[in-house]
Every structure is written in structure tokens, then in C-alpha cells.
């Protein structure tokens, strides 16, 4: 009886990733480096998580702490295993294999620094090998330009033989333009005894994992090499233009699943999606958005231009034009920008409004209420059908702690009021312009709370003659004088009578 579905799952995963990265010129450890909201060691652990493994070893070396930090944070289960001194990647592979224990079947071990791979390319690896009985296959691309890669050699009867890296290879081998993905699925017994018998007889002085291909072909077991479906997904990561040309790939391909599903992209050149967001069928993506992290939009929200946001949740129809926002939640048909700022634990109820040039912090703001300009709201509740007029400011700091501040339904906020928290405002109230408001104000009263004017009459003929705020004032109140003259005639001049 023939197979109908391959086994596509494997017993553990090793990623390679104690390698300096030297070419990065960087301080990060390479496989640390971030590209569409994970970093390149997270894509690979991502792709390899359906395979199902029981135990997942990452092997660190370089920057082994942050790497190891970093593990924790993103991916618990992968265990961190030290190669103490890189001797190449061979000598990783041993030292992982060691580490695991005993595994009973098969192991697939991955270079850290191929961020594209995918899920279904590692499924399709392991399928392969498991349908061909292998003891060790290869994942091989066919590239335009092969520079820098192990070479598979095959046979004339097209069995791969070896992998030639390419400091090592002679120019016929150095023209095969397939070359070793980095991707190895194998017997873990198998290869860790081949391991053993890896020298570092080569050109860069290396126990090179690729040898242990040879090794077994020599021993006359079953090798094979699967040739990638998408040659795109091999693509390794050595230097800043790589990975941005891997960032550009990766966001491609996220962007086109959105327009696959019909989210409206209007420019992919300038529109920045992370694997990690989420947007649903019929949400407009206006030039110069990203969305990032755990950033989820709903159908028919619209986001841009020039937007970030980071974390957040953008409801249904909800609009945001021109802001920056982290950590906050966007209701259903609430409105941001232009020009806003909304920072973690901002909260906006259906409906909701927050204009042009407002920053906000950990604040609700409930159903259908508005803060339209030029304010500072944070830590504060604001309920339903509200307002908060411009250059409103919830003082909510005192120089040592944070205080809340409490708006209720339907309250009318003046322009330029300080709400010095902590201060309650009831059910409408209303506080009068320019007020500083330092005690509660209960349900329904106005609230004034700053100086009486004071008109200090012909100060600035007596104080500032000459200037042209004197000259202006005298016109002012010349022409005065002329109405009041003229009005006292035309009371008793009939209409028209002075034409
Ligand atoms: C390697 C392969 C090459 C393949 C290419 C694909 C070898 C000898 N060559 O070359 O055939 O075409 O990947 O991208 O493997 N590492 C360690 N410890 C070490 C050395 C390396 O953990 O002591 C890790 C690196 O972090 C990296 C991986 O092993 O993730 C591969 O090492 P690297 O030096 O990048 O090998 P390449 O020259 O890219
Ligand atoms: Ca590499």
C-alpha cells in the first residue's frame, strides 16, 4: 500500500545560530535582527512549530545571553545550548545533538538565518523524506546566482552525491546553480554519528555540516535532496541589504494574502504589515501605514496615510488619519487624527472622537464623546456624549505621582480648562473656559474657576503712545465717537433723508 500522506512532522528541531553575523556590522547578534515583526531566529522558529516537534534546541554562541534572553521571551519551549567556540557549523550541530539527548527518529536541523522559510516549504522537506526512506535530505534551491553557497553535486543519474561549499568547490562545481538551503532533515542517530566523523581539512578550517552528507553517501545510506518550490524561501540573511531585501519579501507576500482576502492596499510600496497583524477583508490601507505587532484592523476601518500602530485594535469602520498609537483600543466608528498621539491603555468607545493634535494615556473615553483639539488626556474616564474643548489638559501629574481625573455623561469641558486630578466632573457639568478646576464638580453645575477680568481703561495711550496698538485704539475710538454722534442724528433724521 502506497503512502497517501507522508509523515510531516519530526522528533526535534536544531537551529544554528551561535554564528557572529560579522558581516551585519552590528552589535546585535545576527539572527536577532527584526524584519516584519518577529526577529529572523522567530520566523525560523515559527516555520518549524508545525512540524511538531518534542524538543527544540537553538544553538548560541555569539551575543549568547541576549539570544538566550530573547528565547525566553518569544519562544519558551526552544531550549538555548551553547557552542562555546564557533567551529563551524558542523561542530553546532554535534554539540546540539548532544544536548537533545536521545531522539528517537527524525531531526531537522536549520540555519537561523533564513528568515522566509515557510511552514508548508519545511512540510514539504520532511514529506519528501520521510516518502523516500531517506536517512538524511537536503533542502536545495535553483538560484540565478549561487555566490557564497554549498553546491549540490549530483550524479549523471541526478542523485545528489555531495555539498561543496563554495571556497572548496573547482569551477565546474562552482557552476551548479543549486545550491544547499541550509535545511537538512535526517535520521538523528544517523547524523550524529556522521558528525563524529566531520574533519575540518578546508579551506575555512570549519567542521562543516554539509560534510555529513558525503559521509553518508560514502556509507552507501538512502540521501536525497528536495528542491524547494519557492527558491524565494531559501534566501539567507548576511548583511543590512539582505535583510532588507528579505523585509521587502516578507512584507510582500503579507501584503498580498490582505489584497488576496480584499483589504484595499492602496500603495504596497509604503504600506508595512507585520506577520503578527491582522486585517479583515474590506479595511483600506492608505500610502505610509504600518501596522504592528499584535495590531488587529476591522472591515471597513480605514487606516492613513502616515499612520503607526503598534498593538492596537482598530474596530469596525473606525478611522485613523495621520497618528501614531500603541496599545491602544479604536471602537467601532471612532476617529483619530490628524495628528494625534494615542499611548498605552487608551481606550475609545464606539463612535468616539479624538482630533487633531491630542496626546492620550491609559484613558477611556466613552460612547459618542469627543476630544477634538489640542489636548492632554491621560489617566482619566470620560462617559458618554461628552466634549472636552481644545487645549484642555488633565494635569494628572503632581510631580511625584499619576491621579485620576472622572468626566461624566454629557459634560461640556470649556476650551483651556486644567483638570487637576484628582477631581471628579458629574453628569453634565459644564466648566467655563480658561478654568482651573482643582475640586470636584457636582452633576449639573458650572464650574468657574478663574480670575475676573479687569479692563484697565486708556492704559495703552498713557503707557505705549506712539505705537501702533495706541494709534489703532485712538481710530477705535474716534470712529466711536463719530457713531455715537451719527446715531444720535439719524434717531431723529428720517431714512434717506441725507442722500
Ligand atoms: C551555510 C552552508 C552552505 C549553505 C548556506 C545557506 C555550511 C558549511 N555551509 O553556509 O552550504 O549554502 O549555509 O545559507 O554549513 N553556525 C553556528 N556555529 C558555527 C558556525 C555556524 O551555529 O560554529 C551557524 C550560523 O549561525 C548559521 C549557520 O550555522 O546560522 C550557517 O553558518 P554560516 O557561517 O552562516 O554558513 P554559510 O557560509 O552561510
Ligand atoms: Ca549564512
Same mark, same amino acid.
Given at each position: 500500500m502506497t503512502q497517501q500522506n507522508p509523515t510531516t512532522t519530526v522528533d526535534?528541531?536544531?537551529?544554528?545560530?551561535?554564528?557572529?553575523?560579522?558581516?551585519?556590522?552590528?552589535?546585535?547578534?545576527?539572527?536577532?535582527?527584526?524584519?516584519?515583526? #518577529?526577529?529572523?531566529?522567530?520566523?525560523?522558529?515559527?516555520a518549524a512549530e508545525p512540524l511538531g516537534a518534542g524538543q527544540t534546541v537553538v544553538v548560541v554562541g555569539s551575543g549568547r545571553e541576549s539570544v538566550a534572553e530573547h528565547l525566553a521571551q518569544v519562544a519558551p519551549h526552544a531550549r538555548p545550548v551553547v557552542q562555546e567556540e564557533q567551529r563551524g557549523s558542523g561542530h553546532a550541530a554535534a554539540v546540539a545533538l548532544d544536548a537533545l539527548g536521545p531522539?528517537?527518529?527524525?531531526?531537522?536541523?536549520?540555519?537561523?538565518?533564513?528568515?522566509?522559510?515557510?511552514?508548508?516549504?519545511?512540510?514539504?522537506?520532511?514529506?519528501?523524506?520521510?516518502?523516500?526512506?531517506?536517512?538524511?535530505?537536503?533542502?536545495?534551491?535553483?538560484?540565478?546566482d549561487p555566490t557564497g553557497l554549498g553546491r549540490i553535486v549530483r550524479d549523471d543519474a541526478g542523485a545528489v552525491r555531495a555539498i561543496v561549499e563554495e571556497k572548496d568547490a573547482d569551477p565546474a562545481q562552482r557552476a551548479v546553480r543549486e545550491v544547499n538551503a541550509g535545511v537538512y532533515v535526517g535520521d538523528a542517530a544517523a547524523v550524529r554519528e556522521a558528525l563524529t566523523r566531520v574533519g575540518s581539512?578546508?579551506?575555512?578550517?570549519?567542521?562543516?555540516?554539509?560534510?555529513?552528507?558525503?559521509?553518508?553517501?560514502?556509507?552507501?545510506?538512502?540521501?536525497?535532496?528536495?528542491?524547494?518550490?519557492?527558491?524565494?524561501?531559501?534566501?539567507?540573511?548576511?548583511?543590512? #541589504?539582505?535583510?532588507?531585501?528579505?523585509?521587502?519579501?516578507?512584507?510582500?507576500?503579507?501584503?498580498?494574502?490582505?489584497?488576496?482576502?480584499?483589504?484595499?492596499?492602496?500603495?504596497?510600496r509604503t504600506t508595512w504589515v507585520d506577520v503578527t497583524a491582522e486585517v479583515t477583508g474590506e479595511a483600506v490601507l492608505h500610502p505610509g501605514t504600518q501596522l504592528l505587532g499584535a495590531t488587529a484592523v476591522a472591515a471597513g476601518a480605514v487606516v492613513g496615510p502616515d499612520s503607526t500602530l503598534l498593538d492596537c485594535e482598530v474596530g469596525e469602520g473606525a478611522s485613523v488619519v495621520r497618528s501614531h498609537c500603541q496599545l491602544a483600543v479604536i471602537g467601532a466608528a471612532a476617529t483619530v487624527g490628524p495628528f494625534s498621539?494615542?499611548?498605552?491603555?487608551?481606550?475609545?468607545?464606539?463612535?468616539?472622537?479624538?482630533?487633531?493634535?491630542?496626546?492620550?494615556?491609559?484613558?477611556?473615553?466613552?460612547?459618542?464623546?469627543k476630544v477634538p483639539h489640542l489636548s492632554y488626556v491621560g489617566d482619566a474616564t470620560i462617559g458618554r456624549g461628552s466634549n472636552v474643548g481644545a487645549a484642555t489638559v488633565?494635569?494628572?501629574?503632581?510631580?511625584?505621582?499619576?491621579?485620576?481625573?472622572?468626566?461624566?455623561?454629557?459634560v461640556r469641558i470649556g476650551s483651556d480648562t486644567m483638570l487637576v486630578a484628582p477631581v471628579t466632573v458629574g453628569d453634565g457639568a459644564y466648566t467655563a473656559a480658561g478654568s482651573v478646576i482643582t475640586k470636584d464638580v457636582p452633576p449639573g453645575s458650572m464650574a468657574v474657576a478663574r480670575a475676573t477680568q479687569r479692563n484697565v481703561g486708556g492704559w495703552v495711550g498713557r503707557r505705549r503712545p506712539g505705537t501702533p496698538a495706541a494709534e489703532a485704539?485712538?481710530?477705535?475710538?474716534?470712529?466711536a465717537a463719530a457713531r455715537d454722534a451719527g446715531g444720535e442724528q439719524s434717531s431723529v433724521t428720517a431714512p434717506g433723508a441725507d442722500q
Open positions: 526535534a528541531v536544531v537551529v544554528l545560530a551561535a554564528g557572529q553575523g560579522t558581516r551585519m556590522r552590528s552589535r546585535t547578534p545576527k539572527v536577532l535582527h527584526q524584519l516584519g515583526g #518577529r526577529s529572523m531566529l522567530g520566523h525560523v522558529l515559527a531522539v528517537a527518529g527524525a531531526v531537522l536541523i536549520v540555519n537561523g538565518d533564513a528568515p522566509l522559510l515557510r511552514g508548508q516549504t519545511l512540510a514539504a522537506l520532511v514529506g519528501a523524506h520521510t516518502d523516500a526512506g531517506n536517512v538524511l535530505t537536503v533542502l536545495t534551491a535553483e538560484v540565478d581539512g578546508n579551506q575555512q578550517g570549519e567542521q562543516y555540516l554539509t560534510d555529513v552528507l558525503g559521509l553518508l553517501v560514502a556509507d552507501g545510506a538512502r540521501v536525497g535532496g528536495h528542491r524547494a518550490e519557492d527558491a524565494e524561501d531559501t534566501l539567507g540573511c548576511n548583511d543590512q #541589504r539582505e535583510l532588507a531585501a528579505r523585509r521587502r519579501t516578507m512584507n510582500d507576500r503579507v501584503l498580498d494574502d490582505l489584497m488576496r482576502a480584499g483589504v484595499v492596499v492602496v500603495d504596497p498621539y494615542l499611548r498605552p491603555g487608551t481606550r475609545l468607545a464606539r463612535g468616539a472622537k479624538v482630533g487633531a493634535f491630542v496626546e492620550t494615556k491609559n484613558v477611556e473615553v466613552g460612547e459618542d464623546s488633565f494635569v494628572n501629574y503632581d510631580g511625584v505621582a499619576k491621579h485620576h481625573t472622572t468626566v461624566g455623561d454629557h485704539a485712538a481710530a477705535a475710538e474716534r470712529a
